[in-house]
């Protein structure tokens, strides 16, 4: 095996990865297949390679590997970020010994590698009662009432099969604060999972629609909302649709565990999110699922948070 050249670009890479693997020594060690499937976004093969040093991943990978050990996302972007100016300062260096990862000297993962799995594992979601942060989703329901729910399907198209909007996808075009706020158009009629399962949207707690915030910053977002069904929700879960998460897109964990409420009861579902590295428009949306990781209001808007980056 040959020995890997301590320079300080490789320092950095392994340091990462040094990271990354103590973190998910700490997660009880988990296959990279089973983090995938938790992940329902990012392949085994990407995240094993995460955690080998041999390249910096990039951030979307970083936060799915992350989330997938059950951890806040936002704990480890100060340390990606001191990583990562260290790779990028070693690409522009002309007198750097450093191999290049390609003609356009990037470092990161290729984010073509970071596709969600072709047939995502529909696991039950008890677990993810347990995730380090009990974020939330943000949402932005359009004008007019708007019913609790927000909840993708995650092997179906849910963007464009389950009223989210196709603008806010990575392959549309980058959005900007022309665009907040945003509208979303009403998915396809469908009942409740359960017969009698109803919820309500009741209030922006924190950080409204179009709400300004930093570069690099951390916010926290919170809304209310009330059972107004005949079901408990117990396990419930947000799930978020806009998936893999970008490189310039807010980052948030993929699963908000939901306080179990009965019916006739209030909740407060708080969401910490991750702005990026560059200003923009930053829009993630959010459907409810069931303990056993199924949509339980097809036909609602997915819930959503729309930011101003500055």
């Known amino acids: 095996m040959v020995d890997r050249v301590a320079t ?3 320092e950095a890479i392994e340091q990462f990865a040094a990271v990354l693997r103590a973190l998910r020594t700490s997660a ?4 990279f297949r089973t983090m995938s499937g938790r992940s329902h976004a990012i392949s085994h093969t990407t995240l094993h390679d995460a ?4 390249r910096l991943p990039n951030w979307a990978t970083t936060a799915e590997f992350v989330k997938a050990c059950f951890a ?3 704990e480890f972007r100060e340390r990606w970020e001191q990583a990562h100016q260290v790779v990028r300062s070693a690409a522009r260096s002309p007198d750097t010994s450093e191999p290049r990862e390609g003609p356009d000297e990037k470092a990161e993962v290729d984010d073509a590698r970071d596709a969600p799995p072709s047939a995502p594992v529909q696991a ?21 009432s708007v019913a609790v729910d927000v909840v993708a399907s995650r092997a179906d198209s849910p963007q464009y099969r389950h009223g989210f909007s196709p603008r806010s996808s990575a392959a549309a075009q980058p959005l900007t604060a022309a665009d907040c706020p945003m509208r979303q158009p009403n998915p396809p009629a469908a009942s409740s999972l359960h017969p ?5 949207f009741i209030a922006d707690i924190t950080l409204p629609d179009c709400t300004h915030v930093q570069r690099r910053g951390v916010s926290t977002k919170t809304w209310r909302f009330k059972n107004i069904g005949t079901v408990p929700w117990r396990g ?16 948030t964990v993929t699963d908000v565990p939901i306080e179990d409420t009965e019916p006739g009861q209030f909740v407060d579902i708080t969401v910490t999110v991750a702005a990026p590295n560059s200003p923009g428009f930053c829009f993630a949306g959010f459907k409810m699922e069931d303990a056993s990781g199924r949509i339980a209001f097809p036909g609602n808007r997915p819930v959503n948070f729309q930011l101003v980056v500055d």
């Open 236 to 251: 419930y879960v947000l799930h978020r649709v806009d998936l893999p998460q970008q490189r310039d897109q807010c980052q």
């Open 8 to 10: 300080p670009r490789a």
């Open 28 to 31: 009880g060690s988990p296959s």
């Open 124 to 144: 039950p979601r008890r677990w993810l009662r347990h995730v380090v942060l009990v974020t939330a989703l943000a949402v932005t329901l359009a004008a007019g």
């Open 72 to 74: 806040d996302p936002a």
């Open 51 to 54: 955690a080998q040093g041999h």
């Open 196 to 200: 009698g399962d109803a919820g309500a």
